[in-house]
């Protein structure tokens, strides 16, 4: 199957298809690693009642189930204290069974966060959000990759955008996505630049860019003439707009006319988080138990 199609005035990058390619791939890896007697394990942790966070830990349940990664779900009501979820990811932390961590963000108000990301093991952290993770990928020696910006880096690849000596525009500066996204492209030997609500004349900058990557959470406000002829365009937002509809943070009708390659939303990024997620799961599986079988 063809992961662009060629027929628009920019090619439109298929996410489901390119996250399907992945889930074939961590499906042939986990049958090889059951046969060696290791089921990779992921544990989800989900505190409270947001509606949006409960889709994501369905799907992400899903598709463990889907590719024969074992998945354990501990729901938690909103009342949940620091405490309670600190105990449970230590205790989670201390499972050999266990070999990836997931706390889905956001945790219900009151709750430190950063108290309860920290106390996930680097080795276990399949969400790459851990400091030890994040200062590893600084340093350009990647452990675990937060999951949608290593999604973003795979669709570039597959899409065959060069990276190397290209002028690559981030536009966003959270934990999740911007800090990692830069760090990748910036690894990748691209010329970063990190672009967010106080950058002066942005749409200059993003003219320069070879390479846009939009994470800022606000619809459709990349626009058509920000964007340089032939530029690959990824859109990382996942807006609900007042009439229910999905859209992201790029104009899509109007960045379509002039970039060479784009991603729709929904079906660009977002299959790939999932997809990343599981393959994280994998790789950190494989890292335990090779670690547990050498010699001390
Ligand atoms: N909330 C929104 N995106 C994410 C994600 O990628 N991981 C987790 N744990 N929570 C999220």
Not at 106 to 124: E, F, N, R, W, Y
Request: glycine share 8%; hydrophobic share 45%; charged share 20%.
């Amino acid at each position: 199957m063809s992961t662009i199609d060629r027929h628009s005035t920019a090619q439109l990058i298929d996410g489901k298809a390119i996250a399907a390619k992945v889930h074939a791939e961590v499906r042939a890896e986990v049958a090889a690693l059951r046969s060696q007697g290791l089921t990779p394990c992921l544990a989800v942790v989900l505190a409270g009642d947001d509606p949006a966070s409960a889709i994501y830990v369905r799907n992400k349940v899903r598709a463990c189930e889907a590719t024969g990664v074992q998945s354990v779900s501990h729901v938690l009501p909103a009342t949940t204290t620091t405490r309670e979820l600190i105990a449970l990811v230590d205790r989670l932390a201390a499972d050999p069974a266990v070999h990836g961590i997931l706390v889905q963000l956001p945790l219900p108000p009151g709750c430190d966060t950063d108290a309860v990301l920290a106390c996930v093991p680097p080795a276990k952290d399949v969400d790459g959000f851990h400091p030890a993770n994040l200062g590893a990928l600084a340093i350009g020696t990647p452990a675990l990759v937060a999951c949608t910006p290593a999604g973003v880096m795979r669709l570039l690849a597959e899409t065959d955008t060069p990276l190397d000596g290209a002028r690559a525009v981030v536009l966003g500066r959270s934990r999740i996505v911007g800090r990692p996204m830069a760090l990748l492209l910036l690894n990748a030997n691209a010329t970063v630049t990190v672009c967010h609500s106080r950058t002066r004349a942005l749409a200059d900058e993003l003219r320069r860019a070879d390479v846009v990557v939009a994470a800022i959470g606000r619809p459709r406000f990349v626009q058509g003439d920000w964007i340089r002829p032939g530029a690959t365009v990824i859109d990382v937002g996942m807006n609900r707009l007042p009439d229910g509809t999905l859209c992201g943070d790029v104009d899509f009708d109007a960045v379509r006319a002039h970039a060479r390659a784009l991603t729709p939303v929904p079906g660009g990024v977002g299959p790939m988080t999932i997809a990343m997620l599981l393959s994280n799961t994998v790789r950190a599986a494989r890292a335990q138990a090779t670690t547990e079988a050498r010699p001390r």
